[in-house]
């Protein structure tokens, strides 16, 4: 079966610029998390979705940073006016729940995204 | 203060060999779990191992097991019989009940297995 997949691999933008990234879950899975990794770092979490809603969006940095999962599936991380210090790899993750503290979170190959 | 310290910015193995990568946590909830990812250099997140807190023994999958020290708030990462394909990045993680599941990741070790 299909894993999780982030559109598009690589972006290229210029400071000021807006951009979209989007995530493309595990059929199924209920929990979607975006995360950033900036060079040389372990990620950090920016958002949780539990179904459509964001159950945690403390991760994100700044009101910039928005996503959205309107049927529960796939969702899309927006950043408004970028800067050159958004420049990293924003990785999502779906799991099949948050039930129990063991659920695998299995990863999408990442955006890398570039602010010129 | 740091959730997840790993010390070792980077470990040199000889291929065939065992090799320990080390990961202290700090945590107030009662309820937690410990991962070990790897990354290598094509940049996917590979799920390798996890410990529950309340486990009473250590979790091991094939070459890999976890040695889980839970006074010590330790979980190192041991890999034996390296391979020359071990060699990537590592990194532990936590996930704590209080924190909506979402995981704490440390900065990684890299790790590089000589043949």
Redesign the interface.
């Known amino acids: 079966g299909a894993g999780v997949s982030q559109t598009p691999s690589n972006k290229v933008t210029e400071k000021g610029k807006y951009v979209e990234l989007r995530c493309d879950p595990i059929s199924g899975h209920t929990?979607l998390?975006w995360?950033r990794q900036s060079l040389?770092?372990?990620?950090?979490?920016l958002i949780?979705f539990q179904g459509t809603g964001a159950?945690?969006d403390s991760?994100l940095p700044n009101d910039r940073f928005f996503a959205v999962r309107p049927e529960g599936s796939v969702s899309t991380l927006k950043i408004q006016r970028t800067e050159r210090g958004d420049s990293a790899?924003y990785?999502c993750?779906s799991?099949s729940g948050?039930g129990l503290?063991?659920?695998?979170?299995?990863?999408?190959?990442?955006t890398?995204l570039t602010v010129l | 203060a740091q959730k997840i310290t790993q010390t070792q910015p980077g470990m040199f193995v000889q291929e065939k060999e065992a090799v320990t990568l080390d990961c202290t946590y700090d945590t107030s909830d009662p309820s937690y779990g410990l991962f070990w990812y790897k990354q290598p250099s094509s940049g996917e997140m590979i799920f390798l191992i996890y410990q529950g807190s309340y486990d009473q023994q250590n979790a091991t999958e094939g070459r890999y097991s976890l040695n889980f020290q839970k006074a010590r708030k330790s979980a190192n990462l041991v890999i034996s019989a390296s391979q020359l394909g071990d060699s990537a990045m590592y990194f532990c993680a936590m996930r704590e009940i209080s924190s909506n599941y979402k995981l704490t990741f440390g900065k990684g070790t890299l790790l590089t297995v000589n043949p």
């Open positions: 929990a998390y995360y040389g770092q372990g990620p950090e979490f949780y159950a945690d991760g790899v990785l993750a799991s948050v503290t063991y659920n695998e979170q299995f990863f999408g190959p990442g890398r």
